[in-house]
């Protein structure tokens, strides 16, 4: 009888919580919409409502479990790490405020004060895991980080240094824009990886990333036909689901192809 190693049940636990999250999400918003009777536009939207603490919480622990996981190769890998620096933001940084169905307005100095908090506290956790980096790296004997990694960190650091300049200098702009950038960002990294896994996986005949990255492509000018031509009001709600949707997809679709590779294949290039 074989045991399952720890790493590696830990590794699959760290997938499955990625398509838990958004199913934990996904039911705070349809049970406030129930509750509330009223459709908001956007999944953002609802940080104004009962579901704001899901909401929040979800979204860092996916960005937690973004960062965590390694990709399968120095592409994705720099993606996942972006995409997962991007969560926390979206979560952190509401839309501005905008009257819909009977929803109460919230102080905006205290949304101000809220949004510094969070914004800072991200900055002091991404500081403290630049530091472990590196001291893991001067103690242990990592791999000398690629090309494509070394590209990436630097995007990663010139992103996080723009977010800071941009929040001290004009702080207005930040609170305005900070939510819609990350937030594409967040999901360009995601359509790229699903790109990405449908050019190198090692089962690309029959594993559907194709199809699903296709269909990421597709719903965002789907959206832009919706939205501009058909009028219709829950433009953003409809792309913002289904890309939602599209994404648990493809992870379970991933984990599904990975499920059986070593806790090791979650250790990240720390160098």
């Not at 918003?29 to 009962?50: F, H, K, M, N, W």
């Amino acid at each position: 009888m074989t045991t399952t190693r720890a790493p590696t049940v830990t590794y699959r636990y760290l997938r499955v919580a990625l398509v838990v999250l958004p199913v934990l999400l996904g039911a705070a918003v349809v049970l406030e919409t129930v509750r509330s009777g009223c459709v908001l536009d956007s999944i953002s939207a609802y940080v104004y409502t009962p579901a704001q603490h899901v909401f929040v919480g979800a979204l860092v622990a996916i960005g937690v479990c973004l960062v965590v996981i390694k990709g399968t190769g120095s592409a994705e890998d720099v993606l996942l790490n972006l995409a997962g620096m991007m969560a926390p933001l979206v979560a952190l940084v509401p839309t501005p405020y905008v009257q819909q169905c009977g929803l109460v307005e919230p102080s905006r100095a205290a949304v101000r004060a809220e949004v510094a908090n969070g914004f800072w506290s991200l900055v002091v956790a991404a500081l403290a895991v630049a530091a472990a980096a590196v001291v893991v790296a001067a103690r242990t004997r990592t791999p000398t980080p690629t090309p494509v990694f070394r590209l990436g960190r630097a995007v990663g650091v010139g992103v996080a240094v723009l977010a800071v300049v941009v929040f001290l200098a004009d702080r207005d702009r930040f609170d305005r824009t900070a939510h819609y950038a990350a937030a594409l960002v967040l999901f360009g990294c995601i359509i790229a990886v699903a790109l990405i896994k449908s050019h190198t996986s090692r089962h690309r005949r029959v594993n559907g990333y194709s199809t699903i990255a296709a269909l990421m492509l597709l719903t965002l000018p789907a959206g832009l036909v919706a939205g501009l031509v058909a009028h219709w009001s829950r433009t953003v709600l409809g792309v913002e689901v289904a890309l939602i949707a599209l994404f648990v997809a493809f992870w379970l679709l991933e984990t599904k192809e990975h499920w059986h590779d070593e806790g090791a294949g979650m250790t990240r290039e720390l160098a």
